[in-house]
């Protein structure tokens, strides 16, 4: 294949990979920009007291109505039994009042049929006194006694009130003693912290002998009930969404494996800055040097979530890794035994790494942001002789000014849309490969395909194929 079609089949490939991907996402919106997010439940108790007693241990699921921790009864109790006896005696005071009154209304009645009789007796006197009948001194007798007969009964009727407002005054102490009495079983009850809600109780600090404060958090608990996915996606995708569409999820928990999802809520507005209460999302750009588009949160629920999704396997997970790390040691040290730094094939791995230390070290000191640029530069750029590493090394420096200025253009379109970006990378690694096999500078010490190069097989064994000059071949 000639080079012309070689760069045609490279431009006709990347061509419709970007189309496949321009027709793939307007019907399909990705992002990673997502997260799964629950509640935390603040559990403050309602009464200050002393913690006498911690049930739960940090990082422990509980369910709904679980005891978690106890406050020292003992004062409450106390208080408990004062506004009973308050309350008995307030029922005490209110039956004497009772029997007051009562009494009361006797003495009303009596005063009231005194002063009837004496009315009565006194308009029969005036009648025979005008006829001459009676002398006029039982008149004024009568008279007399029907006004000490008023004034008696008057006397009972304020009795009778002033006994109702006593009784008024003690049913309303009755009254404040219950609400007391129920207050006080209302304290007793809540030294019993008790969990609202199912989940994990995390960050627990509580110890015996701490105080609690009332409406000071002391417990924190992660709702088991409340888990959402909260995914970013930007302006151009959310509207084509709707409340209850599907969703497809793959969770860091759970890799590898694709979960249904639906919509259940699409942000309607995002703040741009900043806000301390959170009355509006706000989503953080990736950048701060590039206009982009704006992301507002969808919130999505699994359909049917596992019940060890959210729960770490965690036993089995570090048991792997264990058994991982143990073979990945062992095989780490078989290589070790097998380096030979004699020969030139040693020579050239010691010169790799010096200069990978040294180009380290330099970056270190120059307080470079990525020193592993420079670590991996080094040993991309040292080579077998010297004039081929400061070959590689200038055409390393081109190209990396080229790629940078590659990515400030194209940066605005790539950064966000990872699809997009991994398809760039694969463009631009097939630029890579295809200019390996049509540049001059593929290898080093040979100028073109007719000239003689060196390659490894898998055993790493070298096999000089017309090399022009031994100096390029490297034996075991």
């Known amino acids: 294949m000639t080079r012309g079609r070689r760069v045609g089949l490279a431009a006709a490939i990347a061509l419709a990979l970007f189309v496949a991907y321009e027709v793939i996402s307007s019907f399909v919106a990705f992002t990673d920009d997502a997260y799964v997010q629950s509640d935390l439940v603040a559990l403050a108790p309602q009464v200050t007291g002393r913690i006498i007693a911690v049930h739960v241990a940090d990082n422990q699921d509980v369910a709904e109505g679980d005891l978690l921790a106890s406050i020292d009864p003992v004062p409450f109790q106390l208080a408990l039994d004062q506004r009973r006896a308050d309350l008995a005696e307030a029922r005490a005071q209110i039956a004497s009042d009772q029997h007051r009154i009562a009494s009361a209304r006797d003495a009303l009645a009596a005063a009231s049929s005194a002063a009837d009789f004496a009315s009565e007796n006194e308009k029969r006197l005036t009648t025979l006194a005008s006829a001459q009948d009676v002398s006029r001194v039982a008149l004024d007798q009568a008279s007399d006694t029907l ?66 404060q009332a409406d000071v958090p002391l417990i924190g608990i992660v709702d088991a ?36 999802a639906k919509v259940t809520g699409i942000a309607r507005g995002i703040s741009r800055e900043p806000v301390p209460n ?43 890794m264990s058994g991982a790390a143990t073979r990945a040691i062992s095989a780490l040290r078989r290589e070790l035994l097998e380096i030979d730094l004699a020969g030139p094939r040693g020579h050239h791995c010691s010169r790799v790494a010096l200069a990978v230390t ?43 000014a080229i790629g940078a200025a590659a990515g400030l253009l194209l940066s605005p379109w790539l950064i966000e849309d990872q699809v997009a970006l991994s398809l760039a990378l694969f463009i631009a690694s097939s630029i890579g490969v295809l200019g390996l096999q ?9 100028s073109a395909p007719s000239r003689p190069t060196w390659c490894c097989s898998q ?17 075991r």
């Open 225 to 260: 009930r409340a888990w959402r996915i909260v995914a970013n996606f930007k302006e151009s995708y959310i509207r084509g969404f709707a409340v209850g569409s599907t969703a497809w999820v793959s969770l860091d928990s759970d890799p590898w494996h694709l979960h249904r």
């Open 278 to 320: 959170r009355l509006l999302n706000y989503v953080a750009p990736t950048t701060d040097w590039i206009r982009l588009k704006r992301r507002f949160p969808v919130t999505l629920t699994l359909v049917d979530p596992p019940e060890t999704l959210y729960g770490c396997r965690r036993q089995g997970g570090r048991a792997a």
């Open 147 to 212: 006004r000490r007969a008023n004034a008696a009964r008057d006397a009972a009727q304020e009795s009778v009130a002033a006994t109702e407002a006593t009784l008024s005054m003690h049913q309303a102490s009755h009254a404040h003693a219950n609400s007391a009495l129920a207050l006080a079983e209302w304290q007793l009850a809540r030294t019993k912290l008790v969990a609202p809600t199912s989940g994990t109780v995390t960050s627990l600090s509580l110890r015996v002998g701490d105080t609690a």
């Open 358 to 400: 040294l180009a380290v070290i330099v970056a270190l000191v120059l307080r470079v942001d990525a020193p592993w640029w420079a670590a991996i530069s080094a040993f991309v750029s040292t080579q077998v002789t010297a004039p081929s590493s400061l070959r590689r090394g200038a055409l390393r420096i081109v190209g990396t």
């Open 438 to 446: 049509v540049s001059r500078h593929a290898m080093p010490g040979c």
């Open 459 to 475: 055993r790493s064994t070298i096999r000089p194929r017309r090399c022009q000059s031994p100096a390029t071949v490297l034996p």
